[in-house]
Nanobody, 124 residues
């Protein structure tokens, strides 16, 4: 059974860094993309970054450009979201999601498999 497990969230001060991990298991195909999404209280879920099986990435949130990067270790079936220079407005539940294929997708509705989420809180 396909499973996505996020980890690495927590409480961090403004300007700090966190690295989120998304470990995927329960399947054998290498042709999938992983998207990171986030949802702040009272707001809609938004796409942040996405990465393809070949390592190509797409940024969906202008607010994180230059601060967040995405990478993957195919040998470990793990995708990472490195978040630097964190701001209070980055506070949200962060989710990773998997979609089959070679192309990143912006819409959350195109991702059929989701992790349980990990909370990131940026506060002094």
């Amino acid at each position: 059974q396909l499973q996505l497990v996020e980890s690495g969230g927590g409480l961090v001060q403004p300007g700090g860094s966190l690295r989120l991990s998304c470990a995927a298991s329960g399947f054998t195909s290498n042709y999938y993309v992983i998207g990171w999404f986030r949802q702040a209280p009272g707001k809609e879920r938004e796409g942040v970054l996405c990465i393809t099986s070949s390592g190509g990435s797409t940024n969906y949130a202008d607010s994180v450009k230059g601060r967040f990067t995405i990478s993957r270790d195919n040998a470990k079936n793990t995708v990472y979201l490195q978040m630097n220079s964190l701001k209070p407005e980055d506070t949200a539940a962060y989710y990773c999601a998997l979609a089959w294929g070679l192309v990143c997708r912006r819409s959350e509705h195109e991702y059929a498999n989701w992790g349980q989420g990990t909370q990131v809180t940026v506060s002094s």
